[in-house]
């Protein structure tokens, strides 16, 4: 008979529970300086303003990254994970061309409301490494292409005036990136109010038929039901939460 004590417990975590504990303070970080570089400006934001918010110690943020520049990308790359979301949603669903822009210009518009939406426009990429510089052009190229397709695609099966796609697709990105430089979160509408009316109001001139009937009321008029606030909260909170699907993936 083994009548040796019980081993005593040790004081850390299973490796398991320690990397979930460091993605979640790194995720963490993350949300707490996009918000302070949106609400100071990047250049005026510091660590160290970072840290006294996160109660930590400035030397405590290196263990996550290895300076500001490497967090500014981060908040960029989950902005564009988002945006890749709202890509492979509308291109797994059906309908027309101009079904499937109203369907991205959605998305995409109600994207730009939220902190990561509007890091990808708020943010100058100068401010990047030349590598970073580089991902972030394709990534933007890769956007402008989806516009571009659906337009192209809306021309052909003639739900969409003949136009030139390019110019077409400019014209609403601009838009689009606007809202994130000027919507606040307690303003009159919400950001799916405010989705709603870019998605008629930027497709109405090239639609061939229109989408709202002269007696329908704008959406964002009236306040969203309690329902439509919890379905909007649910599909939303793991953005709120900041986690990318790299960490997503990690703490699988």
């Known amino acids: 008979m083994d009548a040796r004590s019980p081993s005593p417990p040790s004081p850390w975590l ?20 996009v918000a302070l570089f949106l609400e100071q400006g990047y250049h005026r934001a510091t660590l160290n303003e970072v840290a006294r918010r996160l109660n930590i110690t400035k030397p405590a943020l290196y263990n996550y990254f290895r300076g500001k520049d490497e967090i500014l990308f981060e908040c960029w790359a989950i902005g564009n994970e988002l945006v890749d979301d709202c890509i492979a949603e509308t291109s797994s669903g059906g309908g027309s061309g101009l079904d499937k822009l109203r369907k991205l210009l959605l998305l995409y518009a109600e994207l730009m409301t939220e902190d990561y939406g509007k890091s990808l426009v708020r943010f100058d990429i100068r401010d990047l490494s030349e590598d970073n510089r580089k991902i972030v052009r394709t990534a933007k190229r890769r956007i402008d292409r989806a516009f571009r397709d659906y337009i192209a695609q809306g021309i052909a099966d003639g739900t969409i005036k003949p136009c030139d796609p390019k110019l077409a697709a400019f014209a609403i990105a601009g838009s ?22 870019f998605a008629i109001r930027l497709t109405e001139g090239i639609a061939t038929t229109s989408k709202r009937k002269k007696a329908d009321k704008p959406p964002g008029t009236s306040k969203p039901s ?14 709120a939460a900041g986690q990318s699907k790299r960490t997503r993936h990690r703490l699988r």
Request: cysteine-free; charged content about 40%; glycine content about 8%.
């Open 226 to 239: 309690r329902e439509d606030r919890g379905e909007h909260h649910a599909r939303t909170a793991p953005r």
């Open 176 to 197: 689009l990136n606007w809202i994130g430089h000027w919507f606040q979160p307690d303003g009159a509408m919400t950001g799916k109010a405010v989705a709603e009316e």
């Open 14 to 33: 299973p490796f398991a529970s320690r990397r979930r504990a460091r993605d979640e303070k790194r995720e963490a970080v993350l949300r707490m300086a």
